[in-house]
């Protein structure tokens, strides 16, 4: 299965700004997920990222807060724009190939606090 | 609204004993399921997948599935301490690709 390589694993950011989170895959998937999970809880799906076409967002986030680049099979980035505490969370990346059976795999996470 | 329902737990088992971990669905149309597991601070790990009824084994994970009944479960034979963490439940929605995710169950194996 796919490796990711998920890049800050931390960071601790002033309110109104913007973070972006990087996500590489050792092979070309074709799908990529964006989750958000608060301590505790289980994982919010954020957005899926399309190679070659927007992302697909789900309910309650929106692509002004949440910019998602998806350049090629292998990469994508997630912006967290004009940051409040309540966007300190763990970030998620996530990928699948063809087949759905394989199952997803999950990048190591981004621990964001804003302060 | 698919949904994913697991116990939350804590389940709590002692040092050998079976754990029994189980997960019920909505989506009548789910084609496969996952079970990943969680350990704290760290991101899920996929541990099983099955995809038709019955069971499959893997080492000492075994995952049962009935599609009739909606229900998945995992079973952990020989808990062991180092099995302790939340296991999430998960089942694929359809062509999108997108998982639905229970909410895990937490699970303590006591040495």
């Known amino acids: 299965s796919a490796v990711i390589s998920q890049k800050p694993s931390r960071d601790i950011c002033q309110r109104g700004t913007s973070l972006t989170i990087q996500c590489q895959v050792d092979?070309?998937?074709?799908?990529m997920f964006w989750y958000r999970q608060q301590p505790g809880q289980s994982l919010t799906l954020i957005a899926t990222?399309?190679?070659?076409?927007?992302?697909?967002?789900e309910s309650g986030f929106v692509i002004d807060k949440f910019p998602i680049s998806r350049p090629n099979l292998t990469f994508s980035t997630l912006t967290v724009s004009n940051m409040s505490p309540e966007d300190s969370s763990i970030y998620l990346c996530?990928?699948?190939?063809?087949?759905?059976?394989?199952?997803?795999?999950f990048g190591s996470g981004t621990r964001l606090t804003v302060v | 609204q698919k949904e994913v329902e697991q116990n939350s737990g804590p389940l709590s088992v002692p040092e050998g004993a079976i754990a029994s971990l189980n997960c019920t669905y909505s989506?009548?149309?789910?084609?496969?399921f996952f079970w990943y597991r969680q350990y704290s601070g760290k991101s899920p790990e996929l541990i099983m997948s099955?995809?038709s009824n019955g069971d499959k084994e893997d080492g000492r994970f075994t995952a049962q599935l009935n599609k009739a009944s909606q229900y998945v479960s995992l079973l952990i034979r020989d808990s062991q301490p180092s099995d302790s963490a939340t296991y999430l439940c998960?089942?694929?929605?359809?062509?999108?690709?997108?998982?639905?995710w229970g909410l895990g169950t937490s699970l303590a194996v006591n040495p």
């Open positions: 989506d009548r149309v789910s084609q496969s």
């Open positions: 092979s070309q998937v074709t799908m």
């Open positions: 099955i995809y």
């Open positions: 998960a089942v694929y929605a359809g062509n999108n690709r997108k998982l639905i």
């Open positions: 996530s990928a699948s190939d063809s087949n759905p059976n394989y199952g997803y795999t």
């Open positions: 990222a399309n190679q070659g076409s927007e992302a697909t967002y």
